[in-house]
């Protein structure tokens, strides 16, 4: 399932590139990071709390 995920954000990376210019670009590709993160969290793969919390030393 994974290398047709792949595929599809691919293409649409592609399409925001040719017809959207950079800045297309580089807003479908921080969004789809946003909604990767997202799912692994929601998934409970990575903790997020983890990341955004203060450690005490």
Known sequence: M???VGLAFG???GLAGAFGG???FAL???LG???FLAG???EGEIDLVGLF???SS
Do not use: K
Request: cysteine-free; glycine content about 4%.
């Open 2 to 4: 994974w290398p047709i």
């Open 11 to 13: 293409s649409l990376l």
């Open 22 to 24: 950079f800045e297309a």
């Open 28 to 30: 479908v590709l921080v």
């Open 33 to 35: 990071v946003l909604g």
């Open 40 to 42: 692994r969290a929601f």
């Open 53 to 55: 919390t203060r450690r």
